[in-house]
T-cell receptor, first 116, second 109 residues
């Protein structure tokens, strides 16, 4: 149980274009999903917390107009990187929290974004 | 600012020995504690959770919690090369998880 999928697993895009990443909880309902970014050899960095049906809460320093998050259902959250630039190249990971559970988060496999 | 502290390592342990990973946290109100394992280039995977003082064992893994000392640890018995990874400690605080930076563990054959 507690499986989270993420799509795509990797993507290459050109500078200035937008990329959408999907995160789905497959066998549980997730009222809260989280988006993280991780640069090579660095720690996880929480970007934003999204709650189903409401606006995402962004961490300090994360541009909400650049990283658009939509959590339209209890099993799906999307992250759109708008006007991507090479410095946005990173490993993006989503996680989901089971509404009936404690605070544990279950992670998707991650999306490796390369902006050329 | 709530914090979770871990030694970044690397911690090098011979194969077959016990690996001991430690984590301290600042929020005395924290109630839930988790250990995640992250292999290089992969996403974190939940391996242990603990909610009350004492030890919790699951196979070769034992989590230990001491709320008075604000200390949580993970012991890995009979360490295997496949245990080489970064281990992340996460602590609940204000309906969120606060993450440690992780300890890199290397098991030497």
């Amino acid at each position: 149980g507690a499986v989270v999928s993420q799509h795509p697993s990797w993507v290459i895009c050109k500078s200035g274009t937008s990329v959408k990443i999907e995160c789905r909880s497959l066998d549980f309902q997730a009222t809260t999903m989280f988006w993280y970014r991780q640069f090579p050899k660095q720690s996880l960095m929480l970007m934003a917390t999204s709650n189903e049906g409401s606006k995402a809460t962004y961490e300090q320093g994360v541009e909400k107009d650049k990283f658009l998050i939509n959590h339209a259902s209890l099993t799906l959250s999307t992250l759109t990187v708008t006007s991507a630039h090479p410095e946005d190249s990173s490993f993006y990971i989503c996680s989901a929290r089971d509404w009936g559970g404690a605070y544990e988060q279950y992670f998707g496999p991650g999306t490796r974004l390369t902006v050329t | 600012q709530k914090e979770v502290e871990q030694n970044s390592g690397p911690l090098s342990v011979p194969e077959g020995a016990i690996a001991s990973l430690n984590c301290t946290y600042s929020d005395r109100g924290s109630q839930s504690f988790f250990w995640y394992r992250q292999y290089s280039g992969k996403s974190p995977e939940l391996i242990m959770s603990i909610y009350s003082n004492g030890d919790k064992e699951d196979g070769r893994f034992t989590a230990q919690l001491n709320k008075a000392s604000q200390y949580v640890s993970l012991l890995i018995r009979d360490s295997q090369p496949s245990d080489s990874a970064t281990y992340l400690c996460a602590v609940s605080s204000n309906y969120q998880l606060i993450w440690g930076a992780g300890t890199k563990l290397i098991i030497k054959p």
